[in-house]
């Protein structure tokens, strides 16, 4: 999988400085604000999904890797699901 959830902050952050961007007319300023709000709508389902990927994860105790979530360890692809760390901090 190409694209990761560290890629989502990425993205949602680089439209927040966008909206910054003291050099924007107001009608470039407009077109951003519409893009971040489109963005932010994407971004929320996303993390939804995410959120349900680990529920997923904690009630089969599936022992594989997640593709879209990181765990931030150099050399892995993905969340480990056994890393309950995580997962217990988006359930609790």
Do not use: C, W, Y
């Not at 999988?1 to 680089?14: E, G, I």
């Not at 910054?20 to 939804?48: F, I, T, Y």
């Not at 990927?53 to 979530?69: D, V």
Request: net charge negative.
């Amino acid at each position: 999988m190409r694209n990761k959830m560290t890629d989502l902050r990425n993205h949602l952050f680089a439209a927040l400085e966008r909206l910054n961007d003291e050099d924007l007319d107001p009608e470039q300023v407009a077109a951003e604000v519409k893009k971040a709000k489109a963005s932010s709508e994407v971004g929320g389902v996303l993390g939804e999904s995410a959120k349900v990927e680990i529920q997923m994860i904690r009630a089969t105790g599936a022992q594989e890797l997640s593709e879209f979530l990181e765990d931030g360890q150099p050399g892995r692809k993905g969340l480990a699901l056994d890393d309950r760390p995580i997962i217990r901090q988006i359930n609790d």
